[in-house]
């Protein structure tokens, strides 16, 4: 590898996964990645770290791979923010301008800053804030104002709120192996990066991330992020409701779910059955797939009516001419955007990353993927400021950074993203 590349890394803290990636410009531009690994979470709650010590080994686990699998030394990170307590509000802006005088950069700028003054509750911190709306002597503008003529402008701004121990305490999980926190992105405005097209965002899209631990509602309108929310739950509880019901193991639950579940029980043929070995010299366990998929079409029609009713309430409904994306691991589901279509009477699609940008790497070609990839991409963008020189390993006993604890375990060779443990379910 050449010492003179420059190289970026992203981290995806999930709460049931890490994701670290590591990447490079390649000859054509394109960002290549050259560091992948992954682990499962621990120490984070609905997408918060709650213990740094935990999250802080979870982080290693799936970093020291990501280096070990690039061949580098990760310095800077861009890494998600998410959590229930994100929320946004709207500050209205104005400023006189005086006769026969056009907007400029510090007219906006001016506004921008006067917007940030808001008061917020002493541990609530602005993480995000962008112009949704502006109008010149009551007149809309659709694009950038400056240059236009007028006496008065008026703003509307989003700001994205939550705890400032959000980011601190990611902060803490870096800080402790001698890696930076480039930038803290939130979790919608990362993925949207390779998921949503900026007609959609224009259009009106929500962004409905189905994860493991949560459900992330976000909604685009006019290419703006108009709001944020959050359902305390996701896919886990459909693996949990299958463990109970089926009187398995939750790894075989996890199994079932993604190999043979359906999100429309009435899709799947009468007498589809699975077999379940058992060990110990117990009976195989044998489960109809209709009624697997019951189970989780009912748990499933809980988690739309939570994120619709989010939908709702956000005032935008009427606007999302893009209808509905859904991404995260459990968008997977068969049939779940027909699913969701019928209980909301959107259209639905399934937001698998845009990898235009990126040179192939197949296994990253998943929507469990998508808050990494937009992170990187991020991070790409700003390379030119913030890229560092690739630090090419060298053994060492002592070697200092994230990964000082961590490398003293065997790092096994890299194997392929959420890998199933297919001899634990066999169709019969």
């Keep these: 590898m050449d010492k003179n590349e420059k190289i970026f890394a992203a981290v995806d803290i999930g709460s049931t996964k890490i994701v670290a990636l590591a990447g490079k410009k390649n000859e054509e ?51 998600n923010i998410s959590g229930q307590q994100l929320t946004t509000l709207t500050s209205k802006q104005h400023r006189m301008l005086g006769r026969d005088r056009c907007v400029t950069e510090s007219d906006v700028n001016h506004m921008l800053e006067s917007a940030r003054q808001i008061n917020l509750a ?25 240059g ?15 705890p400032d121990s959000y980011q601190r305490n990611i902060s803490k999980c870096f800080e402790g192996g001698s890696i930076k926190v480039r930038k803290a992105i939130l979790d919608p405005i990362a993925s949207s990066e390779v998921v949503l097209l900026d007609d959609e965002k224009e259009a009106g899209v929500a962004l409905v991330d189905i994860g493991g631990g949560t459900t992330k509602i976000s ?52 007498g589809k059955m699975v077999t379940i070995p058992n060990a110990g010299g117990w009976e195989p366990k044998h489960i109809s797939v209709k009624s697997l998929s019951h189970i989780i079409q009912a748990r499933m029609e809980e988690i739309i009516a939570g994120f619709f009713v989010q939908i709702r309430k956000s005032g935008y409904a009427d606007k999302l001419g893009a209808g509905i994306v859904i991404t995260g ?22 937001g698998n990353p845009n990898l235009n940008s990126f040179a192939d790497r197949r296994e990253v070609n998943d929507p469990r993927f998508a808050t990494a990839l937009g992170l990187l991409k991020m991070a790409a963008t700003a390379e030119g400021e913030f890229g560092k020189k690739v630090k090419v390993k060298k053994p060492k006993s002592n070697e200092p950074g994230l990964l000082t604890v961590a490398k003293q375990k065997l790092v096994q060779g890299m194997i392929s993203f959420f890998e199933e443990n297919t001899t634990d379910a066999e169709m019969s």
């Design 219 to 270: 909604i685009f309108y006019e290419g703006v992020l108009c709001f944020t929310s959050m359902v305390p739950f996701g896919g886990n509880v459909i693996t949990r409701d299958i463990k109970e019901g089926c009187s398995i193991t939750a790894k075989q639950a996890e199994s079932l779910k993604v190999q043979f579940g359906y999100a429309i029980a009435d899709f799947v043929q009468e």
């Design 29 to 79: 531009g394109k960002i290549q990645i050259i560091g992948l690994g992954h682990s499962p979470s621990r120490g984070v709650n609905r997408g918060v770290v709650q213990n740094v010590e935990e999250a802080f080994a979870a982080i290693s686990d799936a970093v020291v791979q990501a280096e070990s699998n690039g061949n580098c030394i990760v310095e800077y990170v861009y890494v």
């Design 329 to 350: 691991g459990t968008s997977l589901l068969r049939n779940l955007p027909q699913l969701i279509k019928f209980h909301t009477g959107f259209d639905v699609k399934i």
């Design 148 to 162: 236009s003529l007028g006496e008065k402008i008026e703003a509307n701004f989003k700001i994205h709120v939550a």
């Design 122 to 146: 002493e541990d609530m911190a602005i993480y995000h804030i962008n112009p949704e709306t502006y109008t010149i002597d009551g007149e809309p503008i659709l694009a950038n104002p400056v």
